[in-house]
């Protein structure tokens, strides 16, 4: 008689703690679980980035404060092609006329913007290519794209991992798993990401500091990697009155012509991985 009473006992204080947990994870508990997921940061990794965000605008805003004065007015970032053109035009005579101003506000705006990911930088690298040729709008483009996804791989190191871990949990253990496979051709493998639209360059910026990619593996490959879409869009920039859409910017051909690039680069580590099967 005294085993079955043992097991009510169990069975007891098994439900018990059944029910305790329940309460835990009831929305009338102290610590309500679904609200922790709701915002990946904590208050101090929230505070961090609120901080690097409002040195930047300070930065930002000093620069734009000492620039010779023009017609604001008519400034707003533009939004659509059409905007692109009027912006392009208004900014032509300024831009001859203060040209080292200019340049450093453009790549101020431009490092800004990479930076805390805000999108609308490919009509910043169209502006470039249509305001100073392709030489100088590649270069500029670059230099600033590499810049900005340099400074966002630092500030994803200070707070990126909750975020990202948030937004992209299945992109990331994806991302992380690849990486493992390739650390001997790391930069191989992140050339043919940079190149090739794979993976947006916002994920790559924000996640490499998270799976350890080392910086200069990712300094290397994006100086490198965005050449060829620079040289895309800035050439397109020459064009703007032929050109409707952004989205006319990467078409069949061009896409081809891309990941024929980058599969010859990341050739040497499919080629090492067959080896190594064999």
């Not at 101090?44 to 605008?57: K, N």
């Not at 966002?152 to 992380?176: A, D, H, M, N």
């Amino acid at each position: 008689m005294a085993a079955p009473r043992i097991v009510v006992i169990e069975s007891g204080r098994t439900l018990k703690d059944e029910e305790s947990l329940m309460l835990e994870d009831s929305p009338t508990s102290k610590k309500p679980r679904l609200f922790e997921g709701r915002f990946p940061l904590t208050r101090w990794e929230f505070a961090a980035a609120l901080g690097v965000f409002l040195v930047f605008s300070v930065g930002l805003f000093c620069i734009y404060w000492t620039m010779p004065a023009a017609d604001y007015g008519k400034i707003k970032f533009p939004r659509t092609i059409s905007d692109l053109r009027i912006l392009k035009d208004d900014l032509a005579d300024y831009a001859q006329s203060y040209r080292t101003q200019f340049i450093l506000g453009y790549c101020s705006t431009y490092i800004f913007m990479q930076t805390f990911m805000i999108p609308g930088t490919i009509f910043m690298s169209l502006l470039a290519g249509a305001l100073f040729g392709v030489i100088k709008g590649i270069f500029l483009v670059v230099f600033n794209a590499t810049a900005g996804a340099s400074s966002c791989y630092f500030l994803s190191k200070l707070i990126g991992r909750p975020l990202v871990t948030w937004l992209w949990p299945e992109r990331l253990r994806f991302f992380q798993s690849e990486i493992g496979k390739r650390k001997d051709k790391l930069l191989n493998y992140m050339l043919f990401l940079r190149i090739t639209p794979t993976l947006p360059n916002l994920f790559i910026n924000l996640a490499s500091p998270i799976v350890d990619i080392p910086f200069h593996t990712f300094f290397l490959a994006t100086v490198i990697g965005l050449i060829p879409a620079s040289y895309i869009t800035v050439r397109a920039g020459l064009a703007l009155g032929d050109l409707k859409s952004v989205k006319d910017l990467y078409d069949f051909k061009t896409l081809s012509v891309l990941f024929l690039i980058g599969s010859i680069l990341i050739f040497p580590t499919l080629l090492k991985r067959k080896r190594i099967y064999e």
